[in-house]
T-cell receptor
Framework: GQNIDQPTEMTATEGAIVQINCTYQ??????LFWYQQHAGEAPTFLSY????GLEEKGRFSSFLSRSKGYSYLLLKELQMKDSASYLC?????????????FGAGTRLFVKA | GAGVSQSPRYKVTKRGQDVALRCDPI?????LYWYRQALGQGPEFLTY????????KSGLPNDRFSAERPEGSISTLTIQRTEQRDSAMYRC???????????FGQGTRLTVV
């Protein structure tokens, strides 16, 4: 089976940096995704890691350690519009193909 | 199409009725996924397809739920004899291939009364 853990809520200040952690357990790890979801909207893709290390994309970076079953999403220069839920998702390779499982999400509140 | 399209956007049905939820993926996308999302939670996996083949249906809650994608494009999620506990947001997503990121539709909000 699969298990994904991430904090329920976080609060940060506009202009600051925030790190959202995700730990996972899976039998056939084949990649980790981060999605952003604003209230009432569909999730949108942010980043993807399959190898260990840091992937940077503008103000967003994502890190993966496969041996530790750990990832984090780093958001820099926070803006009010970054207030959203951030979903960690793990792709698991099982018999018959791949399956992507989502965590419960971390609600980020950005305050002025 | 430009994005993943789901219909209807909202569906209110009486307990015991059957409902069919439709998903039109991005043109050319091989993989199609169905998720169910409760308020404040992440998407819960239901099933997924590559082309017309249903690869995994382990997330379907019980045998009242079924899905098909007969021509490898549009998919339908059917819930028979709906119950109040089926009320949720049902989301469809598609990806270019099984290893790529998924693009989500706006979802169908199902309410069973």
């Amino acid at each position: 089976g699969q298990n994904i853990d991430q904090p329920t809520e976080m609060t940060a200040t506009e202009g600051a940096i925030v790190q959202i952690n995700c730990t996972y357990q899976t039998s056939g790890f084949n990649g980790l995704f981060w999605y952003q979801q604003h209230a009432g909207e569909a999730p949108t893709f942010l980043s993807y890691n399959v190898l260990d290390g840091l992937e940077e994309k503008g103000r967003f970076s994502s890190f993966l350690s496969r041996s530790k079953g750990y990832s984090y999403l780093l958001l820099k220069e926070l803006q009010m519009k970054d207030s959203a839920s951030y979903l960690c998702a793990v792709r698991d390779q099982e018999t018959g193909g791949f399956k992507t499982i989502f965590g419960a999400g971390t609600r980020l509140f950005v305050k002025a | 199409g430009a994005g993943v399209s789901q219909s209807p956007r909202y569906k209110v049905t009486k307990r015991g009725q059957d409902v069919a939820l439709r998903c039109d993926p991005i043109s050319g996308h091989v993989s199609l996924y169905w998720y169910r999302q409760a308020l404040g939670q992440g998407p819960e996996f239901l099933t997924y397809f590559n082309y017309e083949a249903q690869q995994d249906k382990s997330g379907l809650p019980n045998d009242r739920f079924s899905a098909e994608r007969p021509e490898g494009s549009i998919s339908t999620l059917t819930i028979q004899r709906t119950e109040q506990r089926d009320s949720a947001m049902y989301r469809c997503a598609s990806s270019l291939d099984p290893t790529s990121e998924a693009f989500f539709g706006q979802g169908t909000r199902l309410t069973v009364v």
